[in-house]
């Protein structure tokens, strides 16, 4: 490992690890395992990945909170201490061929991997226009990032500490109605990601959401972080965030039923499988 560093209310970590860092595209994630050789901790811890360079080979930084003891573990780790991780895992974020104005949407540090995405739309000659929001200012990843890289910026707090006083979602009509946005790029908590779908369905204009589910392997095989999808067919499957995932279009998940199997997905126990002729 080669730096960590706190970021207001958040942990930093770089790593370096040059075969992640060479097949890294915008979306792809880490899976890193916690607690040492001797650990009860078996299953990997997902991060979104922040940023890339091509420095020492190539490293690869992520941006996470301590909320359990595998977090925590990794918050005391310090440099040249060793982590052991796996990746790019998932599929990228599918980017615009056309120059194009793409607002991207954030809530709390699921805002990290929006960087890398905003780096490669600009490289394509697209305008990028930043929302960013949380809770309280602490908790805004990125903001003076956002501010050097957009357009505009936009942030949003619960407690009006930074920004304005609200939601992502209350300010975002009005972002894509100044700007004339073409698309709209957004990660952070499942319940942010269905008002962002919402709003970008309103407006009639593609939306693509990297998802934050709870992802024990990363790699397809464990099924904890399946949630319903509709097909191009139409068709509701319970699908994998870690491999078919975790970017998906906005109006294709179905938001409501996470958490559950729905009666109408396919091979669901209410018959889905009589849907699928």
Known sequence: MLTTRRVDAYHALTVVAPGIAERFRPGHFVGVAVGG???SMLTRRAF?????KPDYGGTVEFVFTVRGPG?????ERRARDTLDLVGPLGRPFPLPRDPVTCVLVGGEYGSATLFPVADALQQ???RVDFVLGAISADRVFGALRARRMGETTTLTTEDGSVGMRGRVTDVLPG??????????YACGPMPMLRGVTAVAVEFDIPVQVAVEEQMACGTG????CVLPVIGDDGVTRMVRSCVEGPVFRGERVRFDDVGTIPFDALGAPGGGTRNAG
Not at 48 to 52: A, K, L, M, R
Not at 71 to 75: D, I, K, V
């Open 221 to 224: 095989v464990c099924m904890t």
């Open 175 to 184: 972002v894509i109605a100044d700007v004339r946005a073409d698309a709209v």
């Open 71 to 75: 977090t925590a573990w990794l918050a």
């Open 48 to 52: 979104s990945v922040h940023d890339v």
């Open 124 to 126: 394509r000659g697209c």
């Open 37 to 39: 050789a001797q650990t």
